[in-house]
């Protein structure tokens, strides 16, 4: 088992881990143009590809969790990038198109898994030290992932071929695999080092508001990649103008992240900054169909405001948890981000097509975001109620 004092070091290997994740799910947008050409077919196909990845999030996440504790993380995480790696490979050999959606179903099945149990090992390792801080970097990996992903991908397919940027897809989930394999050992706090609390124990109420205040944050942060472009052009940008103003939210996204998350933990006041992030960036969002003059300096912000959030909300469920409801409360936790991420792009289109404007998608996305922070303070409501609850238990206990 590895000791606390490595647990930095175990965070850099879960990071790499999880962004093989991002690499591989942003895969499909990087190279869209030369598979719709290789496989004859449109933006709708393309669209049900990318989504293929983080739709068995919603049936498998809590299932995935109840797994963990009987196998434990580490095996679960190992079988989750093995599946990763059996997809990409999938993909990368198959010529037909059928082939390309079935590697993609398994790839993002493995995906799911991971992410789930990458977040409580972290939780595991990080709870009462530096958490937001420590989430903050592995949610970090997701925009590193797909920033790669973005510069990498097209360049291998365009120098060789699109097979062998899907082969390097694999490849790096293996070498994920590997480094786990090889450096992280199971926590005591999984497994079989510790008995598993009932279902019932599992603080439900508290588990959907916490997933509700990701998942809501998860369906504003969308609208910005997903329709941010569209938004520009009809402004009046050119599409690589387009394209190249809505990056600037990206790479300003990885740098607000980590910061985010070591504001939280050296301040003390988590709330704080995520009421501060998820409201600016409600703002932001309002505005941007607003301003077209002012696009540079609004996705810059989009960025870095937006970006501080994502930390100590991941902080969140290990108020709530203990070592033996952990499994089973992060996959009510991840089963509602991924339903809330599965749903927020058809949402926030099917909007715009209804208003005849893409100003109708960040308009959704901000008022997702204003209602996460309400799911927020119920939250902190329940924490409070339920520590009372406590303590009023611990008081009528008889003296020894």
Not at 270 to 286: P, Q
Request: proline share 5%.
């Amino acid at each position: 088992m590895s000791t606390p004092s490595n647990r930095w070091v175990i965070l850099a290997i879960l990071f790499f881990v999880r962004t093989t994740m991002a690499f591989q799910f942003q895969a499909v947008a990087a190279l869209s143009p030369l598979m719709m050409t290789q496989f004859a077919v449109g933006l709708a196909d393309i669209g049900m590809l990318i989504g293929l990845y983080l739709l068995p999030g919603v049936a498998i996440a809590f299932p995935s969790a109840l797994l963990a504790r009987a196998l434990g993380d580490r095996r679960l995480v190992l079988a989750g990038l093995a599946l990763m790696v059996a997809g990409g490979t999938w993909v990368a050999l198959g010529s037909s198109w059928e082939a390309q959606l079935g590697g993609r179903l398994l790839a993002g099945v493995g995906g799911v898994i991971i992410n789930l149990i990458l977040t409580k090992l972290v939780t595991d390792y990080f709870t009462g030290r530096e958490i937001s801080t420590a989430m903050a970097v592995l949610v970090n990996s997701w925009p590193v992932g797909i920033a790669l992903a973005l510069v990498v991908l097209p360049s291998v397919a365009a120098t060789w071929n699109l097979a062998l940027a899907m082969t390097l897809v694999a490849a790096f989930a293996a070498v994920g695999l590997v480094l786990l394999f090889c450096f992280v050992r199971e926590t005591s706090q999984s497994g079989n080092g510790l008995r598993p609390a009932p279902l019932r124990e599992t603080p439900l109420v508290g588990m959907l508001l916490s997933g509700s205040v990701w998942g809501l944050y998860n369906a504003g942060l969308p609208m910005v990649f997903a329709f941010g472009p569209a938004l520009l052009v009809e402004q009046g940008y050119d599409l690589e103008a387009a394209a190249s103003l809505t990056s600037l939210a990206l790479w300003a996204l990885a740098i607000s992240i980590p910061l985010g998350g070591y504001l939280a933990d050296r301040s003390g006041k988590r709330d704080g900054v995520i009421l501060f992030s998820l409201l600016g960036f409600a703002l932001l969002l309002a505005l941007a169909p607003e301003w077209p003059g002012s696009s540079l300096i609004l996705f810059i912000a989009i960025g870095l405001v937006g970006g501080l959030a994502p930390g100590p909300i991941m902080s969140l469920p290990s108020s709530l948890l203990t070592p033996r409801t952990s499994a089973s409360g992060m996959g009510i936790f991840f089963t509602v981000f991924y339903l809330d991420s599965v749903l927020a792009p058809i949402v926030g289109g099917w909007l715009s097509d209804q208003a005849g404007t893409l100003a109708a998608a960040f308009y959704f996305g901000a008022a997702a975001l204003v209602a996460a922070t309400l799911c927020l303070l119920a939250y902190r409501r329940l924490e409070m109620r339920t520590r009372l609850d406590r303590d009023d238990r611990g008081s009528k206990r008889p003296a020894v």
